[in-house]
Every structure is written in structure tokens, then in C-alpha cells.
């Protein structure tokens, strides 16, 4: 953020025409019904930051730009329009402090609280499972809050609706849905389209199945119970339990959306709870606050703010200040000073003066005040709908435009004025013909079109003095005049466009048909400015409304709108074939309109005739024929309802300890000790007889509870390092960082920054106490860049100053002086940076370290070249992925007695960043502690990256002896932390065909013969972990496959980005995509049905895989049979194949995938980790141990275990904090390991405890509660504590790549096994996807995705489910809509070279509400156990990710049928789809002729195999 120049003019003199004395000079603000006194020199602040600095950290920062809703709280205010007050969610992040004069500020902590009672939606929130790392939470319960606070009745259709604001990156939603749901006034009424799991389908999912009666039916009844288990914590569910389930000890859950909300319903809707009439009553204004307030000047130092109050007044100041901004809701004004330095100087905010805010409807149209916020546009264009097309066009656009919070703020005006491009409703008023009043005090009114408003990029007709008053909108005709909104985004919910339009037509009857008298066609994102397409309207005007019309027409627009290869944004393409499939939509949707018109005229006709009536009127021409398959053409999201939304989840929930269940069902498998289920008391030692004996205490292991820290979460009391109190004399840092890649650094002058004010310290490389090289694995990093750079945003230098503003500032003011770097570690640059994988492979740029090939089955060449042997040749390219934690990096450092340091930072990794700050501070490791309480999230991205900034800041504290705090910007944060590695795989396999039919005579389906494969993955500019992830695709490139002869190599690209690291699933969901992307090629060649190609092909149990791991409880053959059956893939299958018939542009695909995935580190050494358990006299334990909890609930799961070992209730048994001081030289928290690890290392620890209580135990009457058997053992000087520690079995776990030569069985063919034993035992599952596309636009849904997940025995299945759904979800943005773009040679608009351009939320798009499968069904599979991890448990943070891959398949499945149909391919030709697979990748692969139109134009070949271009 650059500095501003003081305001140089002379406040305390009236401007001409103001009356100061009637303005006030100081804001009138109160914060949760109090009022607060801001001194005017210290508002010139945003709410967020205001809120937070008075310790109500409830509302978080988690992108500063408007686009996730982490920041949201409800302002109340008195609405002059109406008279009465007006609730509304808003971002905090955005909206000035300023423009809160007059509100009432409600935050999350205003709502309810631990200390006092939570509100009903923080109370379902917490008690469904709507939170994991719980840092959207605060922000997700204050826009829910809002919503019922305005609706107190909300149905359900209104919370499908009003959720488009906020993100959540743990959880996929659907929890949070059921928990909004559930406080709906018709709960109890099932959604359309939520259909409660049938009895077939419980029963399939029963673990008595194999007792089933007729028709695959359980023959034990199930039976609700409703009473004892209902609610028992199981999300307050449906619980299904038959007589045997509950003998088993074991019940089966199967909990929907339908049943919880009907509970959930007869529980209490909000309209009936104490908390509503609560609300209702504050919902009345502070009486201060009832009536309007004067006007407002506030001088706030290097601001000044008016809000006048009158029209005149806000002329006669824009001509006083002709360069004030105007602001109304900061939503532009604000991102242009946080990333353009921007920043207003003088400030007039019109929201106040009546001509400007009121928006009404009239005979004539529309009157929109300019300062009229869009909300409350799109509440009268929603009520007026019906009387006028131009009504109903601008309420159906405004559903989609941004987001609530930022539609409650923002205005007409300022969509207007800022002219963006892409702006939405600018096309939608230029095509209405809408009329602007402008005005001047100088000048007076003008009108002027909006079709005439925009001038160039940005630029528009309005002079400084100008403000626009009121926007007039003509109604259209009421008959045969149609205006249709479009509009296509990366995302539906809170995206801007990639091609937004407004199209209108009206027609005449004629004696020749329908004509069409007069057309506009407004678009936005094809040019520089909103454009009017007048070549292609003209072409329509006069024409008869038919087929060759419109074809006239689309070619004349595709000419005229054509975006050439190279324009700024991209997707030139994809953008021309936009616009004229919004015209075919267009020509479709009037054409079916006027041909309704003509038979409701002809019916109506038909009754006069009947009823002996002369007709009035000539009968309407006939419309233009559609076909029946041509219909859904006609559909656009934007103009759609947000269609319901349902969840079922299925498992079996631990009545009590399982009896030896690992011994019924693998005999054979000798369980390790430490798998054993016993406790205490001697429950569930493996008799039956102790099983019985007694129900385990609330909460413990197998039970179903709520995360631990759920209540914290919901209520915004669960501390963040951001949210820790400033220590006294806190200092705030920002980093100097590069903007460019592959430079030498020629100078640097901070000359300028050190002057500015606030600077108290820059730190370069030259003032590092210690050494300055880092790194996780190889210390090829540097802490402060000494001589190079090698990408953008790479630290140079450290600013730390007294404010974070002052910080930022400063830091910006840093000068760099760069020089072209042509040689990169002995490898040439080719004079430019190294971006792409391709740049890396022309250039030799590898990371030679991390080269593997692993071999397996005898030589793949020979077998390539088998006769008769199908063979394919192909790539497949997967883009990288953002982690989008939605807590920035943050770290506070504390400088501590004797020159030692604290940390508190949200790292996965505490003993890493206590052993990297020692190192570059030159201090001892035991003279720095690293705390970690919780983390807003990590996925992987804060296992390693999170530890250079830590160790930048803990410099900065270290050498000024004062703590310093340093939270990464959104946007700095994705540019310099890396990502998930992007892939190139190169691959050749071969399949053999059955050389003889079935015994029914059919063919089965090809066997798997060999594959040989090239992966190269983007590393970035630092080694980090990108050896093993690379390691880890190679393991997972067999998927589930049994390949005879397989050959894999995988090099990791050295490039200039950002060093890549640690995603969720860590390389093994890129193995398994390049894996499922090859079979899917063979199936193709070999002309074979996919599903049924798979199933001949997946492992069995006791194969071998090509790591030479043989497969024992291997449980994915049973799923897959199991979940097809509960799915119905076969049935559905035939009826998408249908549908698809019915429908030329829609099509839906389905698919099914297998996952199995290897739990371990691959690195030997990690596989271990330590806790620290205390006993207290009052029988309460406390746990340390060396995991962090980011959200995956580790910590409710390891104390659950706790909790049942020492037979105590789970509420006796607490976690505070990971640090390095308790539990030391801990692994980063990370391979789904940690549960495994920490627990059993938990459990080490209570088993000694317990040993040493035994004696003290026996001397006590049995049953004595643990508070009497610690008292005693105190007394007696017996230790109540105890460190306990795991290791993974030494066999299992550790491949040694490094064992040369490679170990070769008898017949020469390579013995893998014999290097090791990568992984402990596998998570398997599988998932079945359904997906509906729309050919013309490349707009998904995922109509309906059943998980079955093998998690072994679940320690708490909500949680479980959680992970699984969560995971789900970022598999499927994964492989869709989440697209990194880099400034690269296929993005060369963008600029420097290496920059990142996707780097925040409006950028980057994450999976929203509205992503979440319509039917999403999770299962977890029953009766499966695991006798090598803690209870039976299996790992499940990272397995479920890669499942998100069967949306991908089951999309090119559907752009299959569109090829085949608009193409004419055949249905087995394969075609290339890249991941993720776009709206842009998925339209033009269906490759129809408007595609082709818009591929040809450009000259960029032939469609059929045109592909987009992509980073890399
Ligand atoms: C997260 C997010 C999502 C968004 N999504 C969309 C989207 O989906 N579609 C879309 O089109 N836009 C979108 N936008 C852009 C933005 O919200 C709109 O342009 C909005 O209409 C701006 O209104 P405002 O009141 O916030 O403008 P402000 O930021 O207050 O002002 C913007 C500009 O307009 C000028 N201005 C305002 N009123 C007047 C007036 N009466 N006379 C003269 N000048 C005036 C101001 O001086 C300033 O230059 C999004 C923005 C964000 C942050
Ligand atoms: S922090 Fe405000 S919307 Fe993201
Ligand atoms: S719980 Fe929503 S982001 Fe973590």
C-alpha cells in the first residue's frame, strides 16, 4: 500500500454552499447495542481492524478483498427509505470505519458466548459439525444470523439462496447447510430432490447384508430409534439399529439431511427459540440510532470524510473537491487502495441523500438511485418482477452479482462509474436503453445513455465535478419484448465474469411470421469497455425470427466480438464461443417464449370460439420450431433457483468396545499390542463377557462428538495467533519482497521506506545474527535473499514498524534494483525465467537429486510392442492447487528471558521452526519454544512453508528485544507460501484383449499389460518437499490397478516459482489422476466399457503392487461391488445414456472411482511421535502431544482415546496447545499420520500411568473413579505423569530407493519388496459421480456423488465424515474450478514474468455453497478393521481428496456425449482434457459449432482438438 499525500486543503473553511455548523465531527458508532467513542484521528481505519484492535477477534481476516466472508458481522441502522431498521451482513474487511456512522456493529461475540449461553446457530453449528478449523465459522454464524434475523421464518429454498458470501475450505458444506437448515421454519418438509435413504439402501450398507433376506433387503428389520440413540451426538440424526446391530455392540447410522431437519425441526426452529424474541428485541435501534443523524464530517488526519445529506450539499462539495472519490460501499474504492495504493485523500459518501439512495418502481420504469444499495434494487426488482420484464431480468442477474454482504453495500453507481469490463449490470442497462442523470452544482442535470457512457478502458463520460443521481430504466413491452440475463464465471456464486451479457429482442407478428423489431445485444468481458454488438443487432432488426436469422446473426457477432489470441484475460476462444452460445440461448429461450405466446393465444382463441365469442385478434404466427433435444439451450444458472441440496451419511457407530473384532474377521492377522481396544476397567479387553459388562463414558473412543473445540469456534472464542493479545510494546513487520524472478539484486535502497513513519527497523541478509540458509529437507533457501532472486515475492528484507499499515507502506517504499539472471545453477535461463514444466524440460532444469524410476514385472519395451497388444501414447497435464488455508501464515515472536525467543505460529511443523529460528538467530534450540494452539487450516501448505517467515520475523524480535507479529497478506500469502505441485505425465501402456468371448458370449472386457510412464512435476525455485512428493506419485501411479510390467521415472522441474510443497494427499492424488487418465485412454482404444474394464483389472487381495507391497485387508474390490449396488451405477448409467439422446445441449455423465492410499511417511525416520500425559488429584487429565490441530480434530479423536484408556469422560480430558518445550523434536503434523502416531504415543503414556496405578487401584473398592486412584497414588508418591512414545513397526514402513544395485528376484524381474515397506496399510474407497453439463457455457452441477470410504474402525464418525466430505470437496475444485494461472508463456499479458496471477478470492475460486453435490452420500464401510493402527482406526485426512476425481471423470464422460454428437467422434475416440477440467476446458471440449466458429476465427486449428492454455 503506498503512502498518501497529506490532504492539502484548509478543512476547517466551509466549502461554498456548506453549512458546517449542522455537521457533525465525530462518528456515532456502537458495537453490540453499546456505544463507542472514536476520536475523529483515530477512525480512519476499517471496521475489521477497528473491531479486532478492541479484542473482538471474532470477525477474521481472511482476505481482505470481500471475497470469503471470514470478516462478516451485521450492521443495524435506521433506513431512511423505509423508516425502519435495516439488518444487513456486510464485510468487515471492506467497509471503512467511517461508513459505520449511525450503525449498530453486532459481531459473533454479540450473538452469545461459552460464558452465557450460545445462540441456536451457534449451538447447531457446533452440535452438526458445521466447523473444523473453525476460522470461516464466526463469519459463516454471522451471515446465518442476519438471515434469520430478517426472516425469522426463512424456509429452506431462502438458505440456498443467501449462503453465496462465504467460504469454508475444511468442511465442503455440507454440515453447515444441515445446521442452517435445521433452524428453517418447514425443516420438517424434505427438500425436493433430498431423498432419505430407502430401506435397499440401509440395508446394503448393513452389516447383517450378507443375512439378507429377499431383494437384497436386510432381514432384520431396522427399526428408528428414536429415543436413547437419536440422540446420542450422531448430528442428531436418524439412527437405524436392527436387534443384531445392537447385540454387535455396534449400531448403523444413517443419518440424512431429510431426518435431521425434521429433529432438528422438532427440536426447535429459530422462529420458536428464547434466542429470536432476544433478537427481535435488539433488532430495535439504540434510540440514538432510531432517526436519521445530520450530516458527518470527520477530519481524520490523512482523510477527510463527509457524508452529507442533501444533493446540493454533495454537488457543491464534489465542485469543492472535484478529485474527492465518491464511496458508498468501498467495495471498488477499497480493493484499489489495498492493491493499487489508491488510497482517497478526501472522502464523500452519498448513501445519505435521498435523490441517491431511493430506487422505486413507476409507470415509466425504473428509478434507481445511484447510492441505492443493490440489495435493496434487487428486493423491488424481485417484488416487480412480474409486471416487468426489465424487473425480472435485474433481480435474476443481482442473485448472481457478487455476494450478500457486498450487494448490501454496493451500489449502481459505482458498478457505473468504475466501468469495469466485466461489470454486470452495466450490459444488462445499456441493453434496457437505461438513461443516467448526472449532475454538477456548476451545470445542473444532464441525461446521458448509458449505451453512451463508457469511453474507454475504465474511462467514462462524467467530468470531476459530475456525480451520477439516478439511473432511469424503460420497461420493456409488456408483450414480445424478452431481455435475458447471462453471464459465465469460473464459479456461479460471488465470481466476477468471464463473459457477462444482456440480450433483448422485441418481436412483431407478422402475416410472415414473427419479426423482430428491434434488438441489443450488451456484453461484457470481449472488449474494453461494456460493448453493444450493433453489427449482429442490426442483422436481427427487420428479419424474420428463424433458424437462418440467428445464424446471420451469430456470425456477425463472433466477427465483431472477436477476442484476439493474446488479449488481456485469456481465453480468447472461450470467450467468443460466449457470446454466440448466449445468442443461440437467447434465440432458443425467445423463440420456446413466443411460441408459448402463441398457444396460450391460440387456447385462448379455442375458448371464446367455444364459448360462441368472435375472435379479437389475428392468431400469432407460428414460432420458430425447437426441437425437443434442442429445448434445454434455453437454461442458464442465472436465471434458475439454487437447487436443494441433501446429505446422507452411513456408519457404524461403537455401542461399546469391540469384542476382538480384528480376530473374527482376520483370524490370521496377529494384532500388534498396540491395536488392542482395552481399557482401565479391563472394557473391551477381547472377551465378549467384558464387553458387555459396561457402556463406555460419554465421549469416548467410537463415540460420535462434536470437534473439541466446536463451541469456541462457533462463538469466535477459539484464539488464532492473530487473535492473541498484543503484548505489551508489540511491533508489526512486513515483508520486502522481490518483484521479479531470476534477477541478480543490483542494489537496494531503503533510504526512503526508513523515513517514513512508524519505521522502526528494515533487516536485510547482512543483519542475520545466525546463518541465512534454510530449508526443510536441503538448506537451499536463504532466509533474506543475498545477490539473487529466483521468484516474485521471494524475501528480501523485513520492515517492522508500529502499525501493520505503516509496515506495508514501508515496505512497498523499499527500492530493488534488479539485472537479468542467465544462468541458474549451471543451467541456462534462456534469458528469461524458467516457469512451466515445458520451459523446465527445454531448458534441462531438474532437480537431479530426486530422479526415480521405479521398475516393476518384467521390461515394459518388449511387452509395449506385443502383437496384438492395444497400445495408446498420450499426455495428460494437471494444474497445481492453491492450499487456501483460510488463516494466512502468522506468527507472533516473543523475545523471552536470556536472550530466547517464543513463537506463536500456525505451522504444522513446531520443532522444524524451533530448529530453523535457532539456527538463523544463532541461538540453542532449548532457548526457543514454539507454541501452536490451532490453526485456521494448513492442508500441507504450513508443513514447511510456514517456517521462513517465522523465521524472518523471529530475526526482526530477536535483534529488537520486542515481540513483532507478522500476518501475510491474502495475496502475498498465495504468491511466496507454494502450492500443490503441478503434473506432466508422458505415458505409452498397453492392454491385451481377451482372446476368446465369455461363456454368454460377450466379450470381456481387456487385461492391463504395461505401462511406461514420464512424470514431471513443477518444484519451483527450493528443493522443499518436492522429492517426496514426487516419491508419493510414483507410489500411487498403479491406483488400484494391477499393471503385469510397469516403468515409472519422475524428475522434479527446478522452475522460477514459488517453491512448491505439501498439498492434502501429497503427489499420491497426482499418481492416481495420470493413473485414471490412462485407463480411461485404454478403454477408449480398446473400445471397452470403462466401469467394467476397471473392475477386470483391480488388484485382488495378496497381489503384489509395484512397489512390491503385498495387499492384505484389502477391502476396494467389496466397496466397489457394494457401492454400485447402493448407487445404482448400472441404472443410471442407462438413463444418463438416455438423457443424453433426449438432450443435444446438456449432458450428463457418471463414473466411478477406485482409491487406495498409503499411509506413512515415505520417510522412515518420521513415522514416530511423543506425548506427554498428566494425571491431576481431581482425576482430570491434560495431554501434550507432538501433533497440531488444524481443523482434522485430531485432538478431540486423541482424547477420546485418552478418555477410554484411562476410563474417565471425554469432558475430563483436555489438550491446550502443542509446543516444543512439552513434546520435543515432534514430526510436522502431516500423512494423515498424526491420529496414528499421537494417539498410540498417547496411549504408551496412559498404559504406564495405569500400570503404575494398578497397585493403588487394587487397594481401592473396585470401580473407583480415577480422581480417588490419583489422590491416593499422590499420596503415596506414585509419578502421575508420563511421556509416551510410538514408533511405526520397523517392517513396515521406510523404501530405500538408494539400495543399488536394484534388488532382482530369481527371474531377473525386479524385487522391489525387498527395498522396504512404504506404507503401513492403505485407506481405500471408492466414489461414484454424476454430473450435468451445459455444452454451451461449460457450467457443471454434480447432480449426486456416493462416497464408501474403508476408515477401518472409527473413532468418531462425524469427524471421519467431515474429513471424507471435506476432502471430497477440495478434490473436486482440485479437478475443476480451482485454475493457478502464472504469468507464463501461455499468459503472457501478465506481468512481471513468474508473477502469480490467481491470488486471492476473486482470482482463485475455491469450491463455494452452491459447489456442493445436490446428493451427496457418504458411507463408511462397516465391519472392517485395521489391526496396525491405534483401535482399528485408519488414517483419513488425505485418502478421501482423490475421490474428487470422479466429478472429473464423470464430466468427460458428458463432454464424451457432446462430441459425440455435435463432433460426430465416435464414442471411443479419446480426446485430451486437462485438469482441472474448466468451464473454459469442458465448453470447448465439446467442440460444436460455435466452439469451432470462435477456434477458426482465430486461427487456432482444428476444434477437434484444440486445447486451452494453461499454467503448467
Ligand atoms: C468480492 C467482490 C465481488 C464482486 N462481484 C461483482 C460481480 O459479480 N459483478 C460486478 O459487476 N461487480 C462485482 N464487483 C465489483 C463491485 O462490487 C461493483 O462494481 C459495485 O457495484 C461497486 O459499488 P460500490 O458502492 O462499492 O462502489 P465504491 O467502491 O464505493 O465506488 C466505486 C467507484 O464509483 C464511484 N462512484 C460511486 N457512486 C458514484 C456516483 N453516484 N457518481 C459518481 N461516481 C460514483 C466512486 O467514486 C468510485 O470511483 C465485486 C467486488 C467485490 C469486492
Ligand atoms: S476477510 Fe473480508 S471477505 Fe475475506
Ligand atoms: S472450518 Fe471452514 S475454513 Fe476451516
Redesign the pocket.
Known sequence: MAARAPVEVAYEVAPPGIDLSVYRSSLVVYVNGARVDVPARESDVLLLDFLRARGLTGAKLGCG???CGACTVVISRHDAATGEARHTSV?AC?MPLLAADGCDVTTVEGIGSTRTELHPVQQRMAEMHGAQCGFCTPGIVMAMYALFLNNPKAPVELIEESMDGNLCRCTGYRPIWDAAKSLCADAHREPAGAEAATQAERCVTCPHKDAAGQNGACSHAHAHDGGAGAGAGAGAGEIEACAMHARAAVRSVVSSTANKLAEMHAATPYHATKAAERDAARARLPPELAAPLGPLRVNAGRLVWWRPRALADALNLKAAFPHA???????????EARFKGQAPAVVIA?QDVPE?RDAVFTERGLELG??AP?SSVAELCERCAHASAVCEAAAQMLR????NQ?RN??????????A?P?????PLLAAAGATLEIASAARGARLVPVRGFFKAYRTVD?APD????RVHVPHAAPRFEYIVPYKQ?RRRE????IV?ATLRARFEPTADGWVCADAALAF?GLAPTTVLARQAAASLVGERWCDATFERAAAALAREVRVPDGAPGGQAEYRGALATSFLFKFFVHTSLRLGEAKAEADASAARALAEGAAPTRAPLPAAPLIAAAERTAARSWVTEPKPATSGTQTYAERLRPLPGLEQDKYPDAAAPSHAANGNANGHGNGTAAAAAAAAPKSGQSGQSVPHAAANLHVTGEATYVDDIPQPSGLLHAALVGSQRAAARIVAVDATAARAMRGVVRILFHADLPGKNDLGPVVHDEECFAEAVVHSVGQVIGIVVATSVREAREAAAAVRVEYEELDQFDGGSTEGRPIISIDDAIRAGSFYAVTDHTLESGPAVEPLLATAGAIVVEGEFRLGGQEHFYLESNTTLAVPTEGGGLALHTSTQAVAKTQNLVAHVCAIPAHKVVCHMRRMGGGFGGKETRSVPFSCAVAVAAHLLRVPVRLSLERDVDMQISGQRHAFLAKYRAAVLPASSAAADGSTPPPKLLALDVQLFSNGGCALDLSGPVMDRAIFHLDSCYKWPALRVRGRVCRTHQAPHTAFRGFGGPQGMMVAEAIMEHLACAAHADPVAFRSANLYAQGDETHFGQKLELWNVPAAWEQLQQSAELAQRRAAVSRFNGEHSWRKRGIAIVPTKFGINFTAKFMNQGGALVHVYTDGTVLVSHGGTEMGQGLHTKVCQIVAHALDVPLSDVHIAETASDKVANSMPTAASMSNDLYAMAALDACEQILKRLAPVRKSLPPGAPLKAVAAKANFERVDLSAHGFFAVDDARCGYDWALEPPPRKPDGTPDNARRGLPFNYFTQGVAIAEVELDVLTGDHAVLRADLLVDVGSTINAPLDVGQIEGAFAQGVGLCTIEEVVWADDEHSWVQPRGRLLTRG??AYKLPSFNDVPRDLRVGLMQRVANPFAVHSSKAVGEPPLFLGFSVFMALRDAVRAARVEHLGASAHAHFTLHSPATSERLRMACADRFARMAVELNGRGDVGSYVPKGSF
Open positions: 478483498e470481500g471475497g464485510n471492506l472519490r465518491v464511496v458508498v460501499g468501498n467495495t471498488e474504492v477499497g480493493i452519498t441517491l445511484a447510492s443493490l448472481w452479482f457478487a455476494s457486498i453495500v454496493a451500489c449502481l453507481g459505482g458498478n457505473l462509474a468504475t469495469s466485466i461489470s454486470d449490470m452495466n462524467l459530475e456525480l451520477i443521481v464465471a460471488d465470481d466476477i465474469s457477462t461484457g478470492p476473486g
